[in-house]
């Protein structure tokens, strides 16, 4: 596996030993077993908490989530083993993650820039866009941030009778707002994953992403690992592209 | 068989649409109506209401007063509190105060609730726990200004006072009522109990010099089936912490009917976003892109 880590002297550790990935002619690899098992991981539990967390919240409309976790009682009971478990694998990816993640000044610049990504006016990224993009990295630090408001609301509303009944007014509120903003991510997350950016899904799945994906969507991270300049593959690919459609 | 019970429900938490029980019956509110002034502790109503509800026993928590337990509990709904009170001039009173489930009007409880059908509101006033619906989530504690529901955590559900709505359905007096030998707990309409109390606290201003007496009918959670007449309706704490603003947390009233579904609207402006973009922008596409021929312009399907 990894050619592309190879070239750079980068060793993987024995975390990003786990499983196999293959890395086929014209790919890279983008994520390892282990941050795949982690983002299915708490993928799965953010899909359970949200039913069962919508069960409670507007049971006007969502009541026909709950007999689908066991019932009222049981979903009550399920709902915060549920956040516990999405937390934790969530905590997990993020000291995965700690570094990938970390704000840059080409971040700020693509955030002045997000006009023009959300119109796709620019047909790649910027070139100093690397392995996450400013998007990538606010979304995944407004998770972070509404974790920590979780836990600690959801704490509070687990034991309500330590911490009494105006902190459990006040907490899922907060609680309610952090799920919100979730929901909100999660189109927008599931859509550029999936039809928004086409062959970005199988990131998370096989592992590995195409060289022109990599070029397209993250020009520096492809020079960090290929060692070649995105714009010259990319310009050399289009004069092949065309010498072979004449 | 007539589905027209005798007891009507007017208000169903967490419940969409409408509730059938509302307004087809002309129904009177029933009250309680507990005279402090003339309690003197005999603890008749705590046994009966054990008695009638068939709660099971438990040891209780002896703290030096002549209190049953510190609190009400799960299967003890009904609570003498015992408070003594030493006055400005020196003279000691003490503060008999039944403890139970106030049925108010506007039930914090029942607003804070999200379970269909957990907590329901009859004609006549009286707020009753349906704990075959109850999820056991405990908002209702958190949405009562009174503190009176109480978790069971082996049945993970919550219990209180019921004003005996068995009995109370079928023409009987709670079972609290009849038991107190004093004649301090009366039982009837809402406002045959506010004139009963009217007529109290004014005996009790002209032939008691008690200027401070009054009724306890609180309007900030639309006044309570379960009127108090208090010697000193000014500090209601005095009474074993009975609030003298009962207020519902504005998250569960505030938040809970008008923001919580504008929120979910908002979130799923996001959903509608991510679609439109498709269909405005289209996908991000890995490039490069074969350039069309100019040659052959692009077919048009529908043309």
Known sequence: MATTVKNFGEEPNRIDRLGRTVVHEGELLRHSVYTRFLHWMYGIFFFLALMSGFGIYLPWIFRWFTPLLGGGPTTRILHPWFGLGFVIFFGLQVLNWRNLMRWTEADTRWMRNIKSYIRNEEAVEAPDVGFFNAGQKLQFWEIVGGCVAYVITGVIMWFPEIFGRIAVAISYVIHDISALIMLAGIFVHIYLSTIGEPHTFQSMTRGTVREDWAWTHHPAWFQRITGRDPRVALAERRKRLVARDE | ?303
């Open chain 2, 1 to 303: 068989m007539s589905d027209r019970t005798t007891l009507q429900i007017v208000q169903i938490s967490g419940h969409p649409g409408p509730v059938p029980g509302n307004g087809v019956q002309r129904q009177e509110q029933v009250c309680k109506l507990v005279d402090t002034t003339t309690c003197i502790g005999c603890k008749a109503c705590e046994v009966a209401c054990v008695e009638w509800n068939d709660l099971p026993f438990q040891r209780t928590t002896f703290d030096n007063t002549y209190q049953t337990m510190p609190e009400t509990n799960w299967n003890y709904w009904n609570l003498i509190k015992f408070n003594e009170h030493e006055g400005e001039d020196g003279t000691l009173q003490w503060l008999m105060r039944k403890d139970q489930c106030m049925h108010c009007a506007d039930p914090g409880c029942l607003r804070a609730c999200p379970a269909d059908g957990a907590i329901v509101q009859y004609s006549n006033g009286i707020v009753d726990f349906q704990q075959e619906h109850c999820i056991g989530c405990q908002y209702c504690v958190s949405g009562c200004p009174f503190n009176i529901p109480r978790f069971n955590s082996s049945t993970k559900k919550v219990y209180k006072c019921t004003l005996c709505s068995d009995r109370v359905s079928e023409g009987l007096e709670p079972a609290c009522i009849k038991a107190c030998p004093t004649g301090c707990l009366h039982f009837g309409t809402k406002d045959d109990m506010k004139m009963l109390a009217n007529t109290r606290v004014t005996q009790l201003k002209e032939h008691y010099g008690m200027e401070k007496a009054g009724v306890y009918d609180p309007e900030s959670v639309g006044g309570t089936h379960v009127l108090y007449v208090l010697h000193d309706a000014t500090t209601p704490e005095l009474y074993g912490g009975l609030p003298a603003v009962p207020r519902i947390p504005l998250s569960f009233t505030v938040w809970k009917s008008f923001f919580k579904p504008l929120g979910l609207a908002a979130a799923m402006l996001s959903f509608f976003g991510v679609l439109f973009h498709y269909i405005f922008e289209g996908p991000r596409r890995i490039q490069p892109e074969l350039p069309v021929k100019l040659s052959e312009p692009p077919a048009r399907g529908n043309q």
